[in-house]
């Protein structure tokens, strides 16, 4: 049986999504997965805590996955890989908790929108270096603007939300693939042109 944290997530993740944030309450919220007021205050401090929970739990898995990945490979064509391998996969594994982030992040408190701000700004900031570095290291394309590289993957990759099923026609992995095919061969040098199977 999952742990009642868990479970005020999950039952929070369906109420958000099908009424919006202001339309829940924690009532409903405790109701929806058997438990109560006192379990609720024990692990979330108020709803919005509870909101912030949902947000930072897929930013943090990504932040730390890209840290793994500058951290296990050498080379800036390894990291990036992995680093969009993990990015497109959060979709998958959190797919309820960025549709209610992109539906629901303007109710965000302004001290946790802050921590969301810094989180994303760090993965962001280790996308930039890795392309950096490709590019120092001669793999990567050089006359390619770092910022505008970096962006358009974090936007190619963000979009991924809109449009991905878990029964569509590929799985997240082959989707992962596809992006790493796309992004590596738009910005790797001919000569080095490889791909680590992660």
């Known amino acids: 049986m999952k742990e009642l944290k868990e479970r005020i997530i999950d039952s929070a ?13 924690v009532n409903q919220i405790v109701e929806n997965c058997n438990a109560s007021k006192g379990g609720f205050y024990h692990h979330f401090d108020s709803k919005d ?3 912030y929970v ?10 730390e996955k890209a840290h793994v990945a500058k951290e296990t490979y050498h080379h800036p064509t390894d990291q990036l890989q992995a680093m969009i391998t993990s990015f497109v996969k959060v979709f998958d594994l959190y797919k309820p908790h ?5 539906q629901e992040n303007t109710y965000l408190k302004p001290q946790y929108e802050e921590r969301i701000k810094q989180k ?11 392309i950096e570095k490709g590019q ?18 974090l936007g190619m990759v963000n979009w991924t939300y809109k449009w ?6 590929k799985s997240i992995d082959e989707i992962a693939d596809i992006y790493v095919d796309l992004i590596l061969h738009s910005i790797l040098r001919e000569p080095t042109k490889r791909l680590l199977h992660l």
Do not use: A, C, W
């Open 136 to 153: 120092q290291t001669g793999e990567f394309r050089s006359e390619l603007p770092v910022v505008i590289t970096g962006m358009s993957i």
């Open 13 to 25: 993740l369906i109420l958000f999504e099908n009424k919006g944030y202001h339309g829940v309450t």
């Open 164 to 169: 991905y099923r878990k029964d569509g026609g």
């Open 49 to 51: 805590e509870l909101l």
């Open 98 to 102: 960025i549709y209610v982030f992109y």
């Open 54 to 63: 949902i947000h930072d739990t897929f930013i943090t898995y990504v932040l």
């Open 120 to 130: 994303r700004k760090q993965f962001k900031e280790l996308l930039f270096s890795v």
